[in-house]
């Protein structure tokens, strides 16, 4: 059976009748979530990190990836015994940044990512996107998914603490008016798992961003799908009605 929280949901969606939500709210990550960024952000860490004496190998900064850029460089900087001052800090995200900008001339979206939040749209399903990039990184690749301009993005830099922590996710709910028990946390590492576990939301994962399917339902994932399209085609296992062409169901 789905778990409580998805049942509640769809109670709640229910009893508002025809004019209400065919599901859930979605609350979506960013990169190797809805956009093919994950490697970018990789080689722009890589080219950040050794700028002051941090060298790893990519797949060591791969499985970072989707933290906050302070716990990230944290994390790192004690796998390797090396202690970074707080302007080693700065300076490796500021560096960060800057290489990010220059790659994302490469990013796309992940296949499926355009159609899939139009079909939520057209659902009148709400749907966000919460980020643990600053806005600088993020406005890098939202112009490739033609975000509306009320389809609210919530990036680090409006929280006190990003993923793991469940803030991004609180305020995405919070900013679409619902609640964070009856939201679908969508994302592709066990960092966004982890933070809709804490904020009490469903989690659904993706294959698109590296993890794989066992590390994400370890984190929590109630269902792990390969790519955008693929959630698309089974929004129904997730509690989004009307989801096909001629669906009985209002």
Known sequence: MPPRR????SRRNGARGR????GPAFLF????TLVDSVYEHVLAWRQ?????DIRLSVWRIHRKIGMSGGLFVNALSRETGRRLTEDEVARAQRLHREAFIRLATEVRPLPGALELTAALSQLGVPWAIATSGRLATAEATLKVLEIRPDIPVITRDQVAHAKPDPDLFLVAASRLGVEIDSSI???DSVWDMLAARRAGALGVGLLSGGYGEEE????????????PADLHRHLDEVGV?????????S
Do not use: M, N
Not at 6 to 9: P, Q, T, V
Not at 19 to 22: D, E, I, L, M, N
Not at 217 to 227: C, I, K, L, M, S
Not at 241 to 249: K, N, W
């Open 29 to 32: 990550d960013l990169d190797g």
């Open 19 to 22: 004019r209400g939500p065919a």
């Open 185 to 187: 946390v969508v994302g």
């Open 241 to 249: 009605r009307a989801a096909f062409p001629g669906s009985l169901e």
């Open 216 to 227: 994400l339902e370890r984190a929590g994932a109630y269902r792990v799908y390969e790519d």
């Open 48 to 52: 950040a990190l050794e700028a002051v």
């Open 6 to 9: 998805l049942e509640r949901a």
